[in-house]
C-alpha cells in the first residue's frame, strides 16, 4: 500500500505545484524523503483517510509518521458507524444486531437512543473509551445512496441493490396483503392482488368479496418499502390512503374494514394476514423455508449497502460477523427471518407433489414424474436456493450470496456424510425438451461458481447436477413472478453417495 501512495505522491509532485497553507496533519514516510499534507478524514487502526491536494487517499499507517493537530489517537481509534435506510427496520433490527456484536467481541454496549433516534456506543471494558458511535437515520434509497457515496454514511440498509455499491445479505422478511379482522374475503390471487395494487378493482366483488368498496392503503410513494413492491409489480402503486409509516399503516388497516395493504409482517399491527395464492390456486405461504428459497414471491431480502471505499476496521469486522450464528439469532430474535440454512424432508412437502402433478404440462409424462419422485425420496430439500436476474442466467444478489454460503458450509464439512445434487427447475413456457436443457445449464452454472468459490473441494465432495425441467413447479405459470419462482436450481441432500448412489436417469 506504502508502494502505492509513494508511486502517486511522486508522479503528482513532478507535474503539480506545491500548495502551501494550513493543512491539519502531514503523513511523512518512515524512511523519510516523502511527505504529504491534508485534511484528515479518518482512521480506522490500520488506514489513514487523508483529503489532500492531490484528492482523497487512503495510506497505510504502518507506512507514515502522523504529525500536525489533526492526527487521531492511535491506541484507542474511535469509528463512526453511520447508518441510513429503511425506516422502520433499522430501528428494529439494528439493537439487536449490534448487542449481539458487542457480546461476541467482549465490549460493552451503550444505548444512548432518545426521543426514537437510534444511537448507541461500543465501549472498550478494559479501558471504558468507547470505540465506536452507531447511528441509523431512516431516509429513502436515494439519499441513502447519496449519503454513502458523500461520506456521510458507512452502510445504508436497503430491501434492494445498487448499482455501484457493494451489498451484504443480512435478513429477510416478507410482504403481506393484509385486512380488517372482520373482512371476509378468503384469500386473493396474486393476479389479483397485481390489479388491486395497479388501481384496477374498486370493489371487493370483483376479487371474491362482498360488494363493498376496496379502500387500497400504503406509504409515500418514495418510501423503500413501497418501492419494493411497485419493482415487484413493474408499475407504480395507485393508493387511495397514504400513512407516514409502518405502524401507522397497519393500525388503519385493522380499523378499516374494507381497506387492503401490503406490508411486513411486523405491519400487521392487528389486521388480519390475507392468505395469498398464485392465479392457478396454487397456496403461497410465507413460511421461513419458503421466504428463505424465495418461494414465496413476495419474499423481502435486506442488504446492508456498502460504498466503494475503505471501510473502518470495525465495520469490516461486523460486515463479517453478520455470517455468524450469534449474528442470525440477533436477527430472528428481532422478528426477522434469519439467513440460516434451514432443511426439511421432502416428504413433509406434499403440497408440491401435488402441484406437480396439478400443475403437469402435457409435455411432462408419468415417467418424468416418477423420475421425479424417486430422487426426491429420502431426500431433504435445503433452503439455499438459487434464482436468476429476469431473462438471463446470472444469479440475483441474494442468490449470490446464499452461494457463497453453500460454499463455506461445505468447506467447514457441514454436509460431509450427505450427498448434495444441485435440482435444476424451467418454467412451462417453450418445449420440455428446452426447458429440461436450459434447467440442466443453470444446474451446471451453479456449479461451475461453487467450484469457483471452493477450489480446495475434492470432485467426490461436489454436489451432482440432474435436470428436472418443467416437472415440479412452485406456481403458475401464467404469470411472471409466477415463472420466475419455477425457473431455480434447488439444493438437496441424501445419504452419502459410499452409501446411497443418487442417480437421475
Known amino acids: 500500500m506504502w508502494s502505492k501512495f509513494r508511486r502517486l505522491a511522486l508522479w503528482v509532485a513532478l507535474i503539480t505545484p506545491q500548495i502551501a497553507g494550513a493543512q491539519d496533519v502531514t503523513l511523512t514516510a518512515?524512511?523519510?524523503?516523502?511527505?504529504?499534507?491534508?485534511?484528515?478524514?479518518?482512521?480506522?487502526?490500520?488506514?489513514?483517510?487523508?483529503?489532500?491536494?492531490?484528492?482523497?487517499?487512503?495510506?497505510?499507517?504502518?507506512?507514515?509518521?502522523?504529525?500536525?493537530?489533526?492526527?487521531?489517537?492511535?491506541?484507542?481509534?474511535?469509528?463512526?458507524?453511520?447508518?441510513?435506510?429503511?425506516?422502520?427496520?433499522?430501528?428494529?433490527?439494528?439493537?439487536?444486531?449490534?448487542?449481539?456484536?458487542?457480546?461476541?467481541?467482549?465490549?460493552?454496549?451503550?444505548?444512548?437512543s432518545e426521543q426514537g433516534s437510534y444511537r448507541a456506543q461500543l465501549i472498550d471494558p478494559a479501558s471504558e473509551k468507547p470505540l465506536a458511535d452507531m447511528t441509523f437515520s431512516g431516509l429513502s434509497l436515494d439519499d441513502s445512496r447519496q449519503a454513502l457515496i458523500a461520506g456521510r454514511a458507512e452502510l445504508a440498509l436497503a430491501a434492494a441493490t445498487e448499482p455501484g455499491l457493494g451489498s451484504r445479505s443480512i435478513a429477510l422478511d416478507a410482504m403481506v396483503p393484509i385486512v380488517a379482522t372482520e373482512n371476509p374475503t378468503p384469500?386473493?390471487?396474486?393476479?389479483?392482488?397485481?390489479?388491486?395494487?395497479?388501481?384496477?378493482?374498486?370493489?371487493?366483488?370483483?376479487?371474491?368479496?362482498?360488494?363493498?368498496?376496496?379502500?387500497?392503503?400504503?406509504?409515500?410513494?418514495?418510501?423503500?418499502?413501497?418501492?419494493?413492491?411497485?419493482?415487484?409489480?413493474?408499475?407504480?402503486?395507485?393508493?387511495?390512503?397514504?400513512?407516514?409509516?409502518?405502524?401507522?399503516?397497519?393500525?388503519?388497516?385493522?380499523?378499516?374494514?374494507?381497506?387492503?395493504?401490503?406490508?411486513?409482517?411486523?405491519?400487521?399491527?392487528?389486521?388480519?394476514?390475507?392468505?395469498?395464492?398464485?392465479?392457478?390456486?396454487?397456496?403461497l405461504l410465507p413460511t421461513p423455508l419458503a421466504v428463505k428459497a424465495e418461494d414465496y414471491p413476495l419474499a423481502l431480502p435486506f442488504f446492508f449497502l456498502t460504498p466503494k471505499r475503505r471501510l473502518p476496521l470495525i465495520v469490516r469486522e461486523f460486515l463479517e460477523f453478520l455470517a455468524t450464528p450469534q449474528a442470525q439469532s440477533a436477527i430472528s430474535a428481532a422478528g426477522f427471518i434469519d439467513r440460516q440454512p434451514e432443511r426439511q424432508p421432502m416428504t413433509a412437502d406434499g403440497l408440491r407433489l401435488i402441484n406437480a402433478?396439478?400443475?403437469a404440462g402435457e409435455e411432462t409424462s408419468l415417467a418424468d414424474l416418477k423420475r421425479l419422485v424417486d430422487v426426491m425420496d429420502g431426500a431433504d430439500r435445503l433452503s439455499l436456493t438459487f434464482r436468476f436476474q429476469d431473462g438471463s442466467s446470472t444469479l440475483d444478489a441474494h442468490s449470490r450470496d446464499n452461494l457463497a454460503d453453500l460454499?463455506?458450509?461445505?468447506?467447514?464439512?457441514?454436509?460431509?456424510?450427505?450427498?448434495?445434487?444441485?435440482?435444476?427447475?424451467?418454467?412451462?413456457?417453450?418445449?420440455?425438451?428446452?426447458?429440461?436443457?436450459?434447467?440442466?445449464?443453470?444446474?451446471?452454472?451453479?456449479l461451475a461458481q461453487l467450484k469457483l468459490l471452493a477450489p480446495g473441494l475434492a470432485d467426490l465432495d461436489l454436489p451432482k447436477v440432474l435436470a428436472f425441467g418443467e416437472a415440479l413447479p412452485m406456481a403458475c405459470d401464467e404469470t411472471t413472478a409466477g415463472r420466475r419462482l419455477n425457473r431455480r436450481v434447488e439444493v438437496w441432500l441424501k445419504p452419502s453417495f459410499t452409501n446411497t448412489p443418487v442417480t437421475g436417469n
Open 187 to 283: 384469500e386473493i390471487s396474486t393476479k389479483d392482488l397485481a390489479r388491486v395494487l395497479a388501481g384496477e378493482v374498486t370493489n371487493w366483488s370483483e376479487i371474491g368479496g362482498p360488494d363493498m368498496p376496496l379502500v387500497l392503503h400504503g406509504l409515500p410513494a418514495e418510501e423503500p418499502l413501497q418501492r419494493a413492491l411497485s419493482a415487484r409489480l413493474g408499475r407504480d402503486l395507485v393508493t387511495t390512503e397514504v400513512h407516514p409509516d409502518l405502524a401507522t399503516l397497519g393500525a388503519a388497516v385493522a380499523a378499516d374494514p374494507w381497506g387492503l395493504a401490503v406490508t411486513v409482517r411486523a405491519g400487521a399491527k392487528g389486521a388480519r394476514l390475507l392468505p395469498l395464492t398464485d392465479s392457478c390456486g396454487f397456496p
Open 357 to 359: 402433478i396439478q400443475g
Open 30 to 112: 518512515r524512511e523519510g524523503g516523502l511527505s504529504i499534507s491534508g485534511v484528515i478524514q479518518g482512521f480506522d487502526g490500520e488506514f489513514y483517510r487523508i483529503d489532500s491536494q492531490y484528492g482523497l487517499l487512503t495510506v497505510d499507517a504502518s507506512g507514515v509518521i502522523c504529525d500536525g493537530p489533526g492526527c487521531p489517537d492511535l491506541t484507542a481509534p474511535r469509528a463512526d458507524i453511520r447508518v441510513v435506510g429503511l425506516p422502520g427496520v433499522g430501528e428494529a433490527l439494528l439493537p439487536s444486531l449490534f448487542q449481539s456484536f458487542a457480546k461476541a467481541r467482549g465490549l460493552t454496549y451503550a444505548d444512548l
Open 407 to 446: 460454499a463455506r458450509l461445505m468447506e467447514a464439512g457441514i454436509f460431509r456424510d450427505k450427498a448434495l445434487i444441485l435440482a435444476g427447475f424451467s418454467d412451462g413456457s417453450g418445449a420440455a425438451p428446452a426447458n429440461l436443457a436450459l434447467s440442466q445449464s443453470r444446474a451446471e452454472g451453479v
